[in-house]
């Protein structure tokens, strides 16, 4: 069985375990001796069972158990055996007619105790999560031995010490409490050395407030790049811009970006409300040949919570990547802000807002950013796809319907896939074989053809197909019948294309980690590293903004409250991104690209896999490593930007980078 499917029957047994000891004890009350036994051995059953699912699932690691082996099942077996020693006798003496009343306090309290501490194992699992922590066990073991204390009393006319020992549980739970708001640490060494600086980012300026509709902003405009104001001693991130000029050889390819409200007709005709660039859903791309300069000026005509513009997958310099309130303020209405950055990442890219950017990248901020060689042949079929759920429509480019291009046969096609949502998806190519040549704009070694597979795209990914137009057509569909492309034939009869009814839900699902060839890397899984970092995904109470919440968390904690990531320029970094929760997690780390170590503690088979952003399935461990080569202050986050909002997004910063920037970071 997978981790995933273990993860979902201890919570399944958790569920009957608690079903089965409170129905034990709710049948003692009711004077059934003879239910009650019965379900006490199905109770006894279940807990080992559930025991025997924590042992399966502990090899995959601790961070899957960790909550179970130090809290839950100890507290489960320990009241298992009171029960065992207390009831269970004076069961089956009832049972037998020997005498003693099942509903004696001595049978109910321990039945029902036992269910209380069954309880706590799915609650725990699901309202705290990973780690469970002082604070958890302290208000858990409150909670159960002050329900305990109620059922007692209301059984029994008589409970010995019950004032001193309701006191100690109160005190017990209260002090758990409190320690549930003593702050996390400011900042993860990784296990490397301690900077003595001034991380003025990822503290004061974002608990400050957190909200998707609200931020902060203090003024804005091109002139907040070139502040100088900064915390402390060290560089600000303002300082780390874009060259001025492009590499030998290359142009300077100017833009302007102005993001407004508008209405769009999609290509059914249908009108949608939309926020935009330059009024188009998707923006205008951008694009450029290797050395070109960059240069993007944006400008808000009316998106009130204000703009940026982040550079999905690119590795620009920290003081253009667009995060509002840690690389510069978000963009109001009437204001403006220049990018500049040179070409030097060939390959298939997109740029999002990243101010309230689950709303507002659904509304439609996004756009293309393709760079392409600059000795490249501009003969071929190059279509950008980016995929998105528009006003609950899925939509390839501005199509919300099936739509066709004609291509004449034998022309070299390219199919840039973006996946700009935030969840994956799914798309299949029919009619001809054709290789994946990139993945998130690098290159792939020795890419294999491939023919009737799957591809699943996580949020924020993108892949690059490439093949020979087929004098019979092509066919390309999205989520099997969603949506789709059809290249037909240009000039002249053709052979019937493929079908679009044609079934594909047996086809196999390509896996990255095995496609392509083998070879060298600049480090890997045996190198040296400098730091190492965990990130644990999961879901559960936790502050946020000063506040209680239920949050999608890393390591326990929800932004602004994660420990920032540090690291100083040169360190080769290992990270391990473990997802022990119900839902897939799409990781996105800024400004840098990460090698594939392992997924499961497998390492790749295939061609070196280099990655911006990569699904982790719920029970999976991915391990990646970087080196710490582009200075700055960096968003590590999920790309399922809802998760992002509700927690799930913590900074990495380089040692001696400080931002002068106070507003909270609005999604």
């Not at 597979?453 to 999205?478: E, H, I, K, N």
């Not at 909002?645 to 507003?663: K, N, S, W």
Request: proline share 7%; aromatic share 6%.
């Amino acid at each position: 069985m997978t981790v995933a499917g273990l993860i979902a029957l201890d919570l399944v047994a958790g569920v009957a375990v608690t079903v089965a000891w409170l129905g034990s004890g709710a049948a003692a009350a009711a004077r059934r001796a003879g239910l009650a036994l019965a379900l006490f051995g199905v109770a006894v059953a279940a807990s080992l069972a559930r025991v025997g699912v924590a042992l399966a699932l502990a090899p995959a690691g601790w961070w899957f158990v960790q909550e179970k082996f130090t809290l839950t099942l100890p507290l489960l077996v320990a009241t298992l055996l009171a029960a065992s020693v207390l009831a269970a006798p004076r069961l089956v003496t009832a049972v037998r007619g020997r005498g003693g009343s099942p509903a004696d306090a001595a049978v109910v309290v321990p039945l029902l105790g036992a269910g209380y501490a069954a309880v706590a194992g799915p609650a725990v699992t699901l309202l705290v999560g990973y780690p469970a922590t002082w604070s958890t066990g302290l208000v858990t073991v409150a909670l159960v031995v002050g329900a305990v204390l109620v059922t007692w009393r209301a059984v029994s006319a008589s409970v010995p010490g019950l004032r001193v020992t309701a006191a100690v549980a109160l005190a017990t739970g209260l002090a758990g409490a409190g320690l549930a708001f003593v702050p996390a640490e400011a900042t993860d060494t990784g296990g490397g050395p301690q900077a003595a600086m001034e991380l003025h980012a990822t503290r004061a300026h974002a608990a400050k407030a957190h909200s998707t509709e609200a931020h902060s902003a203090m003024g804005t405009g091109a002139s907040s790049a070139s502040g100088s104001g900064h915390a402390g001693g060290g560089q600000p991130v303002t300082a780390l811009r874009g060259p001025s000029t492009p590499a030998a050889g290359g142009e300077v390819r100017r833009f302007t970006l102005t993001a407004r409200t508008a209405t769009v007709t999609l290509s059914s005709g249908r009108e949608v409300a939309a926020w935009t660039f330059d009024g188009r859903v998707p923006g205008p791309p951008v694009t450029a040949s290797e050395g070109d300069l960059i240069e993007v000026r944006l400008r808000n005509a009316d998106i009130t919570s204000g703009v940026t513009l982040h550079w999905h997958g690119y590795d620009v310099p920290s003081g253009e990547d667009g995060v509002p309130g840690l690389t510069q303020d978000a963009v109001l209405p009437g204001q403006e802000f220049l990018y500049r950055f040179r070409a030097n990442q060939v390959g298939t890219y997109w740029y999002h807002t990243h101010e309230v950017s689950d709303r507002g990248v659904k509304m439609g901020l996004y756009g293309m950013l393709v760079v392409t060689p600059r000795e490249t042949s501009k003969e071929g079929a190059d279509l950008t796809l980016p995929v998105h759920t528009f006003a609950g429509k899925l939509t390839l480019g501005d199509h919300d319907q099936p739509f066709e291009r004609p291509v004449a046969p034998g022309t070299p096609v390219r199919l840039r896939l973006v996946n700009t949502d935030n969840t994956p998806h799914q798309f299949t190519l029919s009619g001809t074989p054709y290789k994946v040549a990139a993945i998130d704009g690098r290159g792939l070694n020795g890419p294999g053809e491939l023919s009737r597979t799957t591809l699943r795209l996580p949020a924020g990914g993108r892949y690059d197909l490439v093949f020979p137009m087929p004098s019979a057509g092509a066919l390309l569909r999205a989520d099997d019948r969603a949506n789709s492309l059809r290249l037909t034939p240009d000039g002249g009869a053709a052979p019937p294309g493929p079908s679009a009814t044609e079934d594909t839900s047996g086809w196999p699902e390509f896996d990255p980690l095995s496609y392509g060839t083998p070879a060298a890397t600049p480090f890997g899984a045996g190198s040296r590293f400098d730091r190492r970092f965990t990130l644990v995904l999961d879901q559960g109470l936790a502050i946020m903004g000063g506040r209680p919440a239920y949050a999608h968390t890393v390591n326990g904690h929800a932004f602004p409250s994660i420990p920032t990531q540090l690291v100083r320029e040169g360190d080769l970094v290992r990270v391990t991104v473990v997802n022990r929760g119900r839902e897939t997690h799409p990781w996105h780390l800024h400004g840098h690209t990460v090698l594939v170590l392992s997924r499961d503690g497998h390492a790749p088979t295939g061609g070196p896999l280099l990655l911006d952003t990569f699904d982790v399935r719920p029970g999976e461990v991915w391990e990646v490593a970087f080196r710490a080569s582009n200075p700055g202050m960096w968003m590590n986050h999920c790309h399922n930007l809802s998760h992002a909002d509700q927690g799930m997004a913590l900074h990495l910063a380089y040692e001696g980078v400080t931002t002068p920037f106070h507003g909270a970071h609005g999604g």
